[in-house]
């Protein structure tokens, strides 16, 4: 059984910083691409940085040059490193892994941590 875990949300003011990390735990598969998406009350998820296995990474233009996405494949982990925090970034961040299972691609999302920014 494949699981997505994710860690590091909280409350913090404008201008601070969060940590986000998120672990797949499980057997028998090898992870493609990861990423962080986020889901405001009343908006549809949105992405927010992808990365690919071999450390290509893509941003949400609101993002560029505040968060930064990295992975460790040794400890199957992902990371988002958020700065300059807004109160607009308030949202549930999923953490998201394509994964072959089996020789299947699988996409798997994790339950969610929730960041919000006070201003």
């Known amino acids: 059984q494949v699981q997505l875990v994710e860690s590091g949300g909280g409350l913090v003011q404008t201008g601070g910083s969060l940590r986000l990390s998120c672990v797949v735990s499980?057997?028998?598969?090898?992870?493609?691409?990861m990423g962080w998406y986020r889901q405001a009350p009343g908006n549809q998820r949105e992405l927010v940085a992808g990365?690919?296995?071999?450390?290509?990474?893509n941003y949400e233009d609101s993002m560029k040059g505040r968060f930064t996405i990295s992975r460790d494949n040794a400890k199957n982990t992902v990371y988002l490193q958020m700065n300059s925090l807004k109160p607009e970034d308030t949202a549930v961040y999923y953490c998201?892994?394509?994964?072959?299972?089996?020789?299947?691609?699988?996409?798997?999302w994790g339950q969610g941590t929730q960041v919000t920014v006070s201003s």
């Open positions: 998201n892994a394509i994964l072959s299972v089996g020789g299947v691609t699988v996409n798997y």
């Open positions: 990365i690919t296995r071999g450390g290509s990474t």
């Open positions: 499980g057997s028998r598969f090898s992870i493609n691409a």
